[in-house]
Nanobody, 114 residues
């Protein structure tokens, strides 16, 4: 069965960095685009970043462009989200997702606070 297992996240100060990872199994990872979403309390879910295989095409929400980087390693079925220059408004639960599929990671809390 499809599994997306996330790790990383936690607490960071404004201006700090965190990295999220998502380990995928149960499907042909290298053929599917992947996404990171986030949901902040009281807000709608937001697409944060998108990456197409083999990783040469990416897309970002305007709110994170220039600060976040999505990447993937098809050899080990991993997708990453490097988050730099974090802001308090980045505080949310982050989820990895198989594009156009109802497969989601378990969610990882990111809190940006001084």
């Amino acid at each position: 069965q499809v599994q997306l297992v996330q790790s990383g996240g936690g607490l960071a100060q404004p201006g700090g960095s965190l990295t999220l990872t998502c380990s995928a199994s149960g499907f042909t990872f290298r053929t599917f685009p992947m996404r990171w979403y986030r949901r902040a309390p009281g807000k709608d879910r937001e697409m944060v970043a998108h990456i197409s295989p083999p990783g040469t095409t990416t897309r970002y929400a305007d709110s994170v462009k220039g600060r976040f980087t999505i990447s993937r390693d098809d050899a080990i079925n991993m997708v990453y989200l490097q988050m730099n220059n974090l802001k308090p408004e980045d505080t949310a639960t982050y989820y990895c997702n198989v594009f156009l599929q109802d497969y989601w990671g378990q969610g990882t809390q990111v809190t940006v606070s001084s």
